[in-house]
């Protein structure tokens, strides 16, 4: 993994926004509504061009080998312009930097190139499900259960499984094609938020892989250690998100008049324009201490507690940027709505917000 320079973040940082403004923009508020509307495979396409889907795979397995600094810089800006879309980058990398961690050679060379790979990002990472049995059959393993809520499941070409091996007590986990034999994926679930990141139940009947799909055998400690790591890269969509309320509340603000002067003029539309921009501007100021942090191997606790700290702020601040618009502010196509459920949906990466507290003063605790 290189460290980038303050030129190479700024050259990623503009390359995210040129990206955004051309890719994004147009059709973010079209197409939120997953499996109603396309998923935005254009964009996807053109990510993979650019290198963005691969930044945190490294250079001698097919990637652009960077860390959580050139991934933060990329998030912030796709998040401003659409969520869902920085969160299929986050979720994909995250699937990443697990082949690239764990997996074999032939696996990453096979699922890393091309494709999407499914992840369970919505679970706490120190409990994961055990709803998924794998039973040791000849060289390989047979798959039984049921897995909900995988993210972008209902997309991809691999997903990244947990699941208990008999016999022994530390959850596994496991690269399966999408595509096997006995692999059935629910209807898309229609979530509160990030709808063009989708997620869909998987049920597993006798599905067969080989002991090389067999990423690592510490599954919760693995996830842990990778979470606290991506910490900065969530803690990234969220500050994108309020940054992207306050630039379209600020707009709609300078150019609408209400009583006779402009909207923006009211002391209360000036608060709340500055509660969004005070959270923005600290807040990328924190994920790049995080992702510096994570970079140089001593992340936590920072990574952590700024992750609860700014998924938290952004839920409440995007209301303000709503509000701002009055009631414009609750129609699809203002965007301002979208955002106030995107950074919800946030909040629930890596688990709910109470479980994160709890995990994150257990680490502490373990360490001292």
Request: net charge negative; with cysteine; hydrophobic share 45%.
């Amino acid at each position: 993994m290189e460290h980038a320079s303050a030129s190479d973040l700024q050259e990623f940082r503009n390359m995210a926004e040129r990206f955004a403004k051309k890719e994004l923009e147009p059709r973010a508020v079209e197409i939120d509504n997953y499996p109603f509307q396309p998923f935005n495979t254009a964009a996807v396409q053109a990510a993979r061009e650019t290198g963005m889907l691969q930044v945190v795979l490294p250079e001698n397995q097919g990637g652009v080998g960077q860390g959580m600094a050139v991934l933060c810089e990329i998030l912030m800006p796709l998040s401003s312009a659409d969520a869902s879309f920085a969160a299929v980058v986050l979720v994909n990398s995250l699937s990443l930097a697990a082949l690239s961690r764990w997996g074999k050679k032939p696996v990453v060379e096979s699922y890393a190139g091309s494709g999407l790979v499914a992840f369970p990002a919505y679970d706490l990472p120190s409990d994961l499900p055990v709803t998924v049995a794998a039973k040791k059959k000849g060289r390989g393993y047979l798959l039984d259960g049921k897995l909900d809520y995988l993210a972008l499941a209902p997309v991809a070409d691999a997903l990244i499984v947990p699941a208990l091996i008999e016999g022994v007590d530390e959850v596994a986990l496991f690269v399966v094609e999408s595509g096997a034999q006995g692999v059935s994926l629910s209807e898309p679930v229609i979530s509160l938020g990030l709808r063009n990141c989708p997620a869909a139940d998987l049920t597993l009947q006798g599905v067969e892989v080989a002991a090389k799909n067999l990423l690592t055998a510490e599954g919760k400690s693995a996830c842990t250690a990778l979470a606290n790591d991506f910490a900065a890269a969530v803690a990234a969509l969220a500050v994108g998100v309020v940054s992207g309320s306050y630039q379209a509340a600020k707009a709609y603000a300078a150019e609408r008049y209400q009583g006779g002067r402009m909207i923006i003029d009211y002391d209360l539309v000036r608060q709340m324009l500055s509660n969004l921009l005070i959270v923005a501007e600290s807040g990328k100021a924190l994920v790049r201490a995080m992702a510096a942090a994570a970079d140089a191997g001593n992340g936590f606790p920072l990574t952590g507690s700024g992750l609860i700290l700014l998924s938290e702020q952004a839920s409440r601040v995007t209301a303000d940027g709503v509000q701002c618009l009055g009631g414009y502010g609750y129609m699809e196509e203002y965007g301002q709505e979208k955002r106030m459920r995107d950074a919800k949906q946030i909040q629930s990466l890596f688990g709910a917000a109470p479980a994160k507290r709890l995990e994150m003063m257990e680490e502490i605790l373990r360490r001292e």
